[in-house]
C-alpha cells in the first residue's frame, strides 16, 4: 500500500496578524493605526453578529472618542496577546510543532508611525529583524504580508487613506524601508491583506471613513482606493524582485465560494456575478490589467476611476508570483434572497446552505469546498497556490489541570488537509504550502473577541482583558505536530477520522 504524504517541501506552519497579536500599541514609537480605534463588539445575536458594516464602521466621532482614551478595554487590539513581548517564547512553541513556515505580518505604523514621517522608527525596524531571526534560528521561513488592516491612523484622518494617491508614495517608502532591512532574509511576501476586502470594510482595508464622502458617490471612492493599493502592490512587487530576485511575492485574497442556492437560472447567473466580485482583484495581479466585466460595471454604474497610461503598464509589468488566500467557509446566493435564512463568514453574509453545518458564530463549515475552490484559483491563475487562513473559530475550555480538549478543531483541519490533498493529486493542484489561522489564539477580527479562539495554544486571557497571558498547549498543538512531522500521513493514512 502507498503512503499518502504531503509533496517535499511542502511548507506546513501558521498565520497571524501584527494588528491581532502584538499589542504594544503605544510604546518603543509605535503610532496608532486604524486597528487601534476598532471597538471591542460582543454580538448576542444572529442581528448583530451578521451585522457586518455595523461591526467594522468607523466615522471621524469614533476616533476621535478612541483617540481620548487610554483604555484597552475597549479597544483590546491595543493589547492583542502581547506577542511584542512574548514572540521568543510563541516562536519556540511553532517551532516546537515543526512549523516550516510562518506567516506574519508588518504594523506599518511600527515603521512609520504616521505613515508619512521622514524617517522610520528604529525600534519597529529592530524589533521585526528579531523576529524574523528567531524563526530563522528554528529554520522556520518567515511569509510576510506588508499591510493586514495596520494602515497608520494618520493617513486616514490626513488624506482620506488610499483614496489619495500620495498614500502609494507612502507605502512604497514604507515597503522600501522593510526590504532594504530584511530582504536578504526573507523570500515570501505578501503585499495587501484579502485586498479584495475593502468593498467590504473599507475603513480597516482602505483607510477610508465613509461619513467624509457623499454616499451617491461611495463607490467611486472604493475603486479608485483600489485601483491606488493595486498600483502600491505592482510597485512593491517590483521592488521586492530587483532588490532579491530569488524572492516571490504574491496577492493575497479572499476566497468566498458561492453555490447557487438553486438550479434556476436566475440564481446561477446571481451566483456568477457574486464570483466575478470575488476574483476581480486577483485577476488584476495575477494577468496585470483589469478584466472586461469590471470595466463594464464601471462604465454601467459610472464609475470614473482616474488611471494612468503608466499605471496600466506597472500593473501588466509587476504580477505576482503566486496566490495566496483565506478560506473559512462557503455560503449560497439567490437572485430572490427574501424570506431565506441568512448566515455569516468571514466579513461576509450569505444564503444559508441546508446541507452543511455551522460553527458557533454560523460560518458554515465546508472542507469540499475548500478542495473547490483549489481547483476554482488553479484552473484559473496556472501558478502556484498558498492558503494562509483556514480555522475554526470556537469557545474553548481550559481545564483545571490546564489541559485543553479541542477535538472540533481537529476533526475541521483534518477534513480540510484531506482535502487539500485531494486537490494536489487527483486534481493536478500545485499548492505550495498551508499557514491555518491563528495557530494561537489572538483576537478575532470583525467582533474584537478573544473568547471566539482558533489556536492550537490557548492563551490565558478573557474578552474583557483580564488574565495571565500565560501559554497553554491544547490536544490540537500534539495532533497538528504529528500533521507536520509526518508529511500528513498520519491523518492522510487513517481509516476512520475518530
Not at 463568514?345 to 458557533?360: A, D, F, H, R
Not at 495557530?439 to 478575532?444: A, E, G, H, R, Y
Request: charged share 25%; proline share 4%.
Amino acid at each position: 500500500m502507498t503512503i499518502k504524504t504531503f509533496p517535499e517541501n511542502f511548507l506546513w506552519g501558521g498565520s497571524t496578524s501584527a494588528n491581532q497579536i502584538e499589542g504594544a500599541w503605544n510604546i518603543d514609537g509605535k503610532g496608532p493605526s486604524v486597528a487601534d480605534v476598532q471597538l471591542f463588539r460582543n454580538p448576542q445575536t444572529v442581528a448583530e453578529l451578521n451585522n457586518v458594516k455595523g461591526n467594522t464602521d468607523i466615522t471621524d466621532d469614533m476616533i476621535d472618542t478612541a483617540l481620548k482614551s487610554n483604555s484597552e478595554y475597549n479597544y483590546p487590539k491595543r493589547h492583542g496577546i502581547d506577542f511584542y513581548h512574548h514572540y521568543k517564547e510563541d516562536i519556540a512553541l511553532f517551532a516546537e510543532m515543526g512549523f516550516k513556515a510562518y506567516r506574519f505580518s508588518i504594523a506599518w505604523s511600527r515603521i512609520f508611525p504616521n505613515g508619512d514621517d521622514k524617517y522610520a522608527n528604529k525600534k519597529g525596524l529592530e524589533f521585526y529583524s528579531d523576529v524574523v531571526n528567531e524563526c530563522l534560528k528554528y529554520n522556520i521561513e518567515p511569509i510576510i504580508t506588508l499591510s493586514h488592516y495596520e494602515i497608520p491612523l494618520n493617513l486616514c484622518t490626513k488624506y482620506n487613506g488610499w483614496y489619495d494617491r500620495r498614500t502609494i508614495g507612502f507605502f512604497l517608502n514604507y515597503v522600501k524601508t522593510v526590504i532594504d532591512e530584511l530582504g536578504d532574509k526573507v523570500h515570501y511576501w505578501l503585499t495587501f491583506n484579502e485586498i479584495d476586502s475593502i468593498l467590504r470594510h473599507p475603513f480597516m482595508t482602505g483607510g477610508l471613513i465613509e461619513n467624509r464622502f457623499p454616499k451617491d458617490k461611495f463607490q467611486t471612492v472604493l475603486y479608485q482606493a483600489m485601483h491606488h493599493q493595486l498600483v502600491a502592490s505592482s510597485l512593491a512587487t517590483k521592488y521586492i524582485h530587483e532588490i532579491n530576485s530569488d524572492s516571490k511575492v504574491g496577492c493575497m485574497t479572499t476566497k468566498l465560494t458561492y453555490y447557487p442556492y438553486s438550479s434556476k437560472p436566475s440564481d446561477v447567473l446571481a451566483t456568477k456575478e457574486k464570483m466575478r466580485q470575488v476574483y476581480a482583484f486577483a485577476d488584476i495581479q495575477v494577468f496585470g490589467e483589469y478584466p472586461s466585466y469590471l470595466l463594464s460595471k464601471f462604465k454601467n454604474e459610472n464609475i470614473n476611476i482616474k488611471m494612468t497610461k503608466e499605471d496600466l503598464s506597472i500593473l501588466k509589468e509587476n504580477t505576482v508570483d503566486f496566490v495566496s488566500f483565506s478560506y473559512y467557509q462557503t455560503s449560497c446566493v439567490a437572485s430572490d434572497e427574501s424570506n431565506l435564512e441568512l448566515t455569516s463568514g468571514n466579513t461576509t453574509i450569505g444564503v444559508k446552505n441546508p446541507y452543511l453545518p455551522s460553527s458557533e458564530w454560523g460560518w458554515q463549515i465546508d472542507p469540499t469546498g475548500l478542495r473547490i475552490s483549489l481547483i476554482d484559483l488553479y484552473d484559473r491563475y496556472r501558478i502556484p497556490l498558498m492558503i494562509v487562513e483556514n480555522g475554526l473559530g470556537a469557545k474553548d475550555t481550559l481545564e483545571s489541570d490546564f489541559t485543553i480538549h479541542d477535538n472540533y478543531r481537529i476533526k475541521y483541519l483534518a477534513a480540510h488537509i484531506k482535502a487539500m490533498y485531494d486537490a494536489i493529486y487527483e486534481d493536478g493542484v500545485d499548492l505550495m504550502g498551508y499557514t491555518p489561522w491563528g495557530p494561537i489564539d489572538l483576537l478575532s477580527n470583525s467582533t474584537i473577541q478573544m473568547s471566539k479562539r482558533y489556536g492550537f495554544i490557548y492563551v490565558d486571557l478573557n474578552d474583557d482583558g483580564s488574565g495571565s497571558y500565560n501559554r497553554y498547549k491544547k490536544d490540537s498543538f500534539y495532533w497538528y505536530k504529528d500533521v507536520i512531522s509526518s508529511n500528513g500521513s498520519s491523518i492522510l493514512n487513517e481509516k476512520v477520522l475518530n
